[in-house]
């Protein structure tokens, strides 16, 4: 069974330059997360999709973050303007969701993007 | 509040030895506990977890966790541990709040295993 996908693994931009990241996510699992992951320490939610429906985006600063599942499969992660301050590593991660989701869901975490911003 | 924490940034263990990585969480409520492994440039992979049950969970790779209600803990544990199994290991707790779709992570320990 193919893992969650991401792409890039890496990428360096300057500041106020525009990046996106792309998920994959495990085939048949409804749920995707996107969290933020900063040098030596636990990853932090920024978005929880449903399908397509956005359900929890109570993290992710929308000044110059937004997020998108339009077909309730892929999903891409925006970053406008880049700041200095956002490098950091991109996870995605993906579950069962649906009625077997919940606190029982196991989540699934992709390779991740490492995002330097010089 | 819901919390989880790892109060050792690093484990130091020979080849062969136990192993122990600690964990400790604050939830209101019924815990579901996880904890994942975390090499190199790479994804966080899922060791295992506990929802109910026996409070000895079996996972991935050997690693077994037992959960301690009465001390709220979560410990980490293998029998024998190997130089491949460095890495950095974070333990995780389901924030209930929200209907248990939030997972709060710990900072994480980096376990060292010398050969």
């Known amino acids: 069974e193919a893992g969650v996908v991401q792409s890039p693994r890496y990428k360096i931009i300057e500041k106020k330059q525009p990046v996106a990241f792309w998920c994959n996510p495990i085939s048949g699992h409804n749920t995707l997360y996107w969290y933020l992951q900063n040098l030596g320490q636990g990853p932090e939610l920024l978005i929880r999709?449903?399908?397509?429906?956005?359900?929890?985006d109570s993290q992710l600063p929308k000044d110059r973050f937004s997020a998108e599942r339009l077909k309730g499969v892929d999903s891409t992660l925006k970053i406008q303007p880049a700041e200095l301050g956002d490098s950091a590593v991109y996870l995605c991660?993906?579950?069962?969701?649906?009625?077997?989701?919940?606190?029982?869901?196991?989540?699934?975490f992709g390779p991740g993007t490492r995002l330097t911003v010089l | 509040a819901q919390s989880v924490a790892q109060p050792e940034d690093q484990v130091k263990v020979a080849e062969g030895n136990p192993l122990t990585v600690k964990c400790t969480y604050s939830v209101s409520g019924n815990p579901y506990l996880f904890w994942y492994v975390q090499y190199p440039n790479r994804g966080l992979q899922f060791l295992l977890k506990y929802i109910t049950g026996d409070n000895l969970v079996k996972g991935s790779y050997g690693f077994e966790a037992e959960f301690n209600k009465s001390q709220t803990s979560f410990h980490l544990k293998k029998p024998s541990a190997l130089v491949s199994d460095s890495a950095l290991y974070f333990c995780?707790?389901?924030?209930?709040?929200?209907?248990?779709?939030?997972?709060?992570f710990g900072a994480g320990t980096r376990l060292f295993v010398k050969a």
């Open positions: 995780a707790v389901r924030d209930m709040r929200n209907g248990g779709f939030k997972t709060i």
């Open positions: 999709y449903e399908n397509e429906e956005a359900v929890d």
């Open positions: 991660a993906s579950s069962e969701g649906g009625a077997s989701g919940g606190a029982r869901d196991t989540q699934y």
